[in-house]
């Protein structure tokens, strides 16, 4: 098994349909799709919602946060390749040095380190955070939490393409399909992670 793991279930369109694209208009069901794999949700999910929780995570009362800024983007579905517009969806990770900001250790002024944005009409999300480090035990990776307007959810993780610690990491490892979790990344300033979310 290799580090980025065969991409396959989520993102494979059954039915042939042309590849989807963030932003791309859709109308009716795109295709039947895999359900994302459900992951634990972590110790660290916030004990309390900071005052500032937006999709940008860069910045922080003020502050900028240390690190590689980067997107996270895509598009949430149901099971039937619907958009679903209107879903909540929650991110949280931790600093440059694998420090979560709500478990009473010291973060950098300026991290956030969760934020919450709704999908719009065509299910499109988009945050703008910072690469987070790694701590022993687990490989590079931002929590996800959904729940859709109609009150299905998700709790996952989303993982990075060719990190080492990948092959090592035994929740990834152990899911449905790994391949799945790991995002696409495009090319660009910022890059860019491509993580589409299908909700059972």
């Not at 937006?54 to 997107?71: C, K, M, Q, S, Y």
């Not at 598009?75 to 039937?80: Q, Y």
């Not at 799945?180 to 990344?185: D, E, H, N, V, W």
């Given at each position: 098994m290799n580090g980025n793991f065969p991409n396959r279930g989520r993102r494979r369109l059954l039915l042939g349909a042309p590849a989807l694209l963030l932003g791309a208009t859709v109308s009716g069901p795109v295709s039947a799709l895999s359900s994302t794999p459900p992951q634990s949700e972590g110790p660290f999910y916030p004990r309390s919602i900071p005052s500032d929780?937006?999709?940008?995570?860069?910045?922080?009362?003020?502050?900028?946060?240390?690190?590689?800024?980067?997107?996270?983007v895509?598009?949430?579905?149901?099971?039937?390749?619907?958009v679903l517009s209107g879903g909540n969806i929650e991110i949280w990770h931790c600093d440059v040095n694998g420090v979560y900001a709500h478990v009473g250790q010291?973060?950098?002024?300026?991290?956030?380190?969760?934020?919450a944005v709704?999908?719009?009409?065509?299910?499109?999300?988009?945050?703008?955070?910072?690469?987070?480090?790694?701590?022993?035990?687990?490989?590079?990776?931002?929590?996800?939490?959904?729940?859709?307007?109609?009150?299905?959810?998700?709790?996952t993780q989303m993982y990075f393409p060719g990190e080492p610690g990948n092959e090592r990491d035994g929740l990834l490892r152990r899911a449905r399909d790994p391949g799945?979790?790991?995002?696409?990344?495009?090319?660009?300033?910022?890059p860019r992670y491509v993580f589409d979310i299908v909700l059972a």
């Open positions: 929780s937006d999709a940008d995570l860069t910045v922080f009362n003020g502050e900028r946060a240390p690190g590689e800024v980067i997107e996270m895509g598009r949430l579905f149901d099971a039937k390749g619907q010291s973060t950098p002024p300026g991290f956030q380190g969760y934020g709704r999908t719009d009409g065509s299910g499109n999300y988009r945050f703008r955070t910072t690469r987070p480090g790694i701590y022993p035990g687990r490989t590079r990776h931002i929590h996800v939490k959904v729940r859709s307007a109609d009150g299905a959810d998700l709790t799945a979790l790991i995002a696409r990344k495009e090319a660009g300033s910022p």
